[in-house]
């Protein structure tokens, strides 16, 4: 008896690990290769400017220079969107060469977001704003050990009108250097 259980077993076993038709081939969904279009690495050719309106990109007290590029501090961004525009390339490119000539200096990245949208969301979407100037101006000459981001979300506003033009204002990447922060 025990022989007709084991030999019973066996044959459904047998059975049950019968090999199956190959299934039918799949199409696997292509793969789509894109290029960031907002971050650019090179930086465009410096301009020859005339000696009265002449700055040492290099040096610190060109941050306070109403005339030097160094003097803005803000990056907009459109809305609902983290992507640097090119229009900030020139800008970001002459902080990059400041912080690359002067390694012992720091950088805080203020990311903010306008009023609309849950106080959550604005601080998830200020964050993103940072990181993407933070790695704009790694890109450009920067070390990561100078610059830190952080996000505000809507808590420091530029603007408290409820328009789309003050709306815009408060869409930004504050950069602050040691000292002001």
Request: hydrophobic share 35%; glycine share 8%.
């Given at each position: 008896?025990?022989?007709?259980i ?7 076993l ?9 299934a039918p ?22 301009k ?8 040492d ?13 160094l ?23 002459a ?17 903010n ?12 979407l ?5 990181d ?15 610059l ?13 009108d ?5 709306w ?8 602050l ?5």
């Amino acid at each position: 008896m025990r022989a007709l259980i084991s030999l019973s077993a066996v044959t459904l076993l047998l059975a049950a690990c019968g090999s199956q038709p190959p299934a039918p081939e799949q199409n696997p969904a292509g793969v789509e290769s894109r290029t960031p279009s907002g971050i650019q690495v090179e930086t465009p050719p410096v301009k020859e400017v005339k000696p009265e309106a002449a700055f040492d990109p290099n040096s610190i007290a060109a941050l306070k220079d109403p005339r030097s590029p160094l003097s803005k501090r803000s990056v907009y961004f459109d809305y609902d969107s983290y992507v640097v525009k090119d229009e900030f390339q020139t800008l970001l490119g002459a902080h990059g060469k400041l912080l690359a000539a002067n390694p012992r200096l720091k950088m805080l990245i203020q990311g903010n977001a306008d009023e609309r949208g849950s106080r959550e969301y604005n601080l998830a979407l200020g964050q993103k704003r940072a990181d993407a100037v933070r790695k704009a101006l790694t890109l450009l000459g920067a070390r990561e050990d100078q610059l830190e981001a952080v996000s505000l979300g809507e808590e420091k506003p530029a603007c408290s009108d409820g328009t789309e033009d003050c709306w815009g204002k408060n869409r930004r990447g504050d950069m602050l250097y040691s000292g002001e922060f």
